[in-house]
């Protein structure tokens, strides 16, 4: 032994050099991973998390369990993201919009483990905490930890009570009991007071919160449903599967089944099953992104010897369109016109239009839930021009005798009864509203309760779909006759 090596052995206990030691590395879970970056694509970039969570997932190769817990943290994460952030703002001291946007999303998946699922607080704050270090800096992954841990001490319920104490209003406990902005509150009372069932309010906006069940169709003469398929209760083209996992089911069909809401699906049949297709009929899907309804319609069109055109002034939808129709036996052209400008350009050619007009989105929080967030009711007056516009160049645009489906993903009564009823004004006596919601009903498997369905002193009726009582997105539709001359 050296003499240096003897003194430092030798040397008393209590004079030793202290010595650091590193924190114990956590390795960040691969579907808390994926989770996070789509949340934080969601926040920084306004990506879509049911478009980019598909993709990141296969990225990742996460199995089953993985690729579920991954969508959950996600989702989960997006739907009640207010009402993390207040939870947040009470357990930090201070303001969300004083907290660095990674490191907010950082403490919005950890909040929801903690709160919203049976996640070990040990798992959610540790890995929370490396997530932190990763996207911010030490005193970020601190302040995390500290966060959290907060968090941690108090049960869900208690952290609900010490929000809604602090309620403003009737709406803000609704806000906060719901996670939805107070705007989206007032304007589905608006549309469920029309239809006479406000009384159906909460009920609407638990649903939201509640994940969709996978709704698939098999397009119309060329495939039938699986032998295992579950019919759905109103789609006569739609089903759903016993079993998890639909993909390996769509993979093999070659694009001749898909997923789509039950409620897409009704909105594209009330217009080409509201009468009978006359032989030689000229079609037109005028929004056709991302092309959804633009395949089942091009099936129907095709089964019926009539002919589709579709349009979509996004270069990027237009492609999507196109991916969706190829499995046609007669695959439609795709322009990428203006909308705004077809009526002008192809006056009086089309028997029937589909008019599924850019909206709020409200009426799919439960599929894209970061929409509630991301819109303000301040948008919701620049797309109600944009629809009106689009809506009176399909109408230029159908022959006398002509009919048009005017359709919304929103319930919001600005974008779909308002919308309609304008129109209606403008055109007078050349327009005629069709008994949409008589349409429906002889379309749908089982009845539908679509509650008041009148609109103002016009003989015809609307129908508006809910995810709380139809098990739908809620779409708006209703089919409007230019009249014979």
Known sequence: ?????????????????????????????????????????????????NLLLPTAIKRAALNTADAGLATELCYGTLRLRGYYDRVIALAAGRSVDDIDLPVLDVLRLGAHQLLGMRVPSHAAVNESVSLAREVGSRSASGFVNGVLRTLSRSEASEWKEKVLARAKNADDRLAIEYAHPAWIIRAFRQSLTAEGRVDELEQLLAADNDAPRVNLIALPGLIDAPADAHPNEYSPVGFTLGHGDPDTTIGHAGGRLRVQDEGSQLAALALSRFEPIRAGEQWLDLCAGPGGKTALLGAEAHTGHAHLDANEITPARAELVRRAIRPLAEVPEVSELDGRQIGEHRPNTYDRILVDAPCTGLGALRRRPE????KTAKDVADLTVLQASLLTSAFDALKPGGTVAYVTCSPHIAETRGVVLAALGRWGADAELLDTAAALQRIAVHELDLGDTALGEHAGTVAQLWPHRHGTDAMFVALIRKTAR
Not at 32 to 38: E, K, L, S, T
Not at 371 to 374: L, M, S, V
């Open 371 to 374: 929409a509630r967030w991301r």
């Open 1 to 49: 032994m050296s003499d240096n090596t003897h003194r430092r052995a030798s040397r008393p206990a209590g004079r030793q050099r202290p010595r650091s030691r590193p924190a114990p590395v956590v390795t960040v879970q691969p579907a808390r991973r994926v989770a996070y970056g789509v949340l934080a694509a969601v926040s920084s970039d306004d990506a879509y998390a």
